[in-house]
């Protein structure tokens, strides 16, 4: 087998020499590469660097420590290492315990054998290896969670209380981790807000994969309004039924669409003052212009004077509008909004 | 055919200038000139007798009332005679056109300036042809 091959590196906590003695020859007559340190007592293991260890053999009684505080000890020394259990008859019930509180497996020494502590050792080594994948992946997930630059909560469906919120979420809103958990999501929105709430949660309950119900108005602590929008997901956690919420903060945003809508009504204000009110004194100029032109210098009807007159009259009130769009324009002014 | 024509402008000037232009291209030797939508409007109501039929140039951005007021206020009227509308106005958005055009009594529309060019655009005008012909 393959693990033959390769150096196994292991750690053997007992007190009994006897005992130790055993299990190096069992150990020695399954695998070809082998270390095995061995440490009698609980407080001369943790000094030792479970690094470089593949597997940890534990006896449950140790002269100064024993049962489950030893356990719990080792356990929390050995990190990602397995730690299998050796224990005589009297302390079974006990294994079969410890592998609740986190021991790869437990080996009775009665019946220990080569071949059964081979297979425990691989099997445990193994098994270990999965479970730390799955942690690290877990970890990763968390992090995506916490570390996440855009403000990120998780909440209860039934109770509206908050389950978790990311570190963004923290630093945006002014509450700290222990105050949201003692709050509802209501209790972060104004009261106009609060059916909205309920109703699209249950409009969407249906709905798989992500929902996207808008813009909503949440209060920050120091009483701040801010619309943010919203997209969340439906997640199991820890057991409850819970909604996993991004909160987007676009405040910013929507006050710049508000100042750019502004501007677009003073805009068409002008372009109507253009087509409107610049045109009809333009027009008049053109057509008294035009009757100029066309009609004798003696013809009765027209008064030539009268003519100028309006002329002078159309150019000095095109000048004015002039300078009414120019106002208009200049209080046009995009950086003031910022 | 006997007709009438009225021009209805705020502004006494153009209203010298159309009738010029009228009475010049031969389409109407004594064009009736009004200062306002309402004045026009009396003018109207007082013909009820008349079978002549009217012919109005009607500017839009008028204060106060406007061309679009006039227009909508001469279908309530219970008038007896056939009346065409020409818009004369200064606008030259499309969306004033393309209002203009809803209104059954709009023959024509003509941006300003106003010149001769446009008496012949009056005497080419096909709800028009019936009245021009001699």
Redesign the interface.
């Known amino acids: 087998m393959n693990e033959k091959e390769e150096l196994m590196r292991i750690l053997v906590i007992e007190d009994n020499m006897g005992d130790f003695l055993l299990i190096s020859e069992y150990l020695e007559e399954e695998f070809n590469y082998l270390e095995i340190e061995c440490t009698s007592t609980c407080k001369e293991a943790l000094t030792k660097d479970t690094s470089i260890y593949d597997v940890i053999l534990l006896d449950l009684s140790l002269p100064d420590k024993s049962g489950e505080e030893l356990v719990t000890e080792i356990l929390k020394f050995a990190e990602n290492k397995p730690v299998i259990v050796l224990t005589g008859y009297s302390d079974r019930n006990f294994a079969i315990k410890s592998i609740g509180m986190g021991t790869a497996d437990y080996l009775l020494k009665d019946e220990l054998k080569s071949d059964i502590l081979q297979k425990s050792i691989a099997y445990s080594i193994e098994r270990k290896k999965v479970f730390n994948q799955l942690e690290d992946s877990e970890k990763r997930y968390r992090e995506l969670f916490h570390l996440s630059p855009l403000p990120m909560y998780v909440f209860d469906k039934e109770t509206f209380k908050f389950l978790d919120v990311n570190k963004a979420a923290i630093s945006h809103y002014g509450f700290s981790k222990e105050e949201f958990l003692n709050m509802t999501v209501f209790d972060f929105r104004p009261d106009s807000e609060k059916k909205r709430v309920q109703e699209t949660i249950a409009q969407n309950e249906d709905l798989e994969g992500k929902k996207n119900p808008g813009v909503f108005k949440h209060l920050k602590k120091n009483g701040e309004l801010i619309d943010v929008e919203i997209s969340y997901n439906d997640l199991d956690f820890e057991g409850k039924k819970a909604l996993l919420v991004l909160a987007n903060d676009v405040t910013l945003k929507y006050q710049y669409i508000d100042a750019i809508e502004k501007q677009n009504e003073k805009l068409k204000e002008i372009a109507w003052i253009q087509s409107h009110v610049v045109r009809a004194p333009l027009a008049r100029l053109m057509g008294l212009v035009n009757l100029i032109k066309m009609t004798d210098d003696n013809d009765p009807d027209i008064d030539k004077n009268e003519m100028m007159q309006h002329i002078l009259n159309s150019t000095e009130e095109l000048d004015k509008i002039i300078r009414d769009i120019t106002n208009k324009t200049e209080q046009i002014n995009i950086d003031s909004l910022k | 055919m006997k007709y009438d024509i009225l021009i209805v402008d705020d502004?006494d000037?153009?209203i010298k200038?159309v009738r010029?232009?009228l009475v010049?291209s031969g389409l109407h030797q004594d064009p009736k000139g009004f200062l306002s939508g309402q004045d026009a409007l009396s003018f109207l109501s007082d013909q009820k007798d008349s079978k002549e039929p009217q012919i109005i140039l009607l500017d839009i951005?008028m204060p106060e009332f406007d061309g679009w007021d006039f227009l909508e206020t001469i279908p309530t009227m219970d008038l007896k005679f056939p009346i065409y509308v020409v818009i004369i106005t200064?606008?030259?958005?499309k969306s004033d056109r393309l209002k203009a055009s809803q209104y059954d009594l709009v023959a024509g529309y003509i941006?300003?300036?106003?010149?001769?060019k446009n008496m012949e655009e009056i005497k080419a005008l096909d709800r028009l042809a019936s009245l021009f012909d001699v």
């Open positions: 502004e000037i153009i200038l010029h232009l010049k951005n200064s606008s030259i958005n941006e300003k300036p106003v010149s001769m």
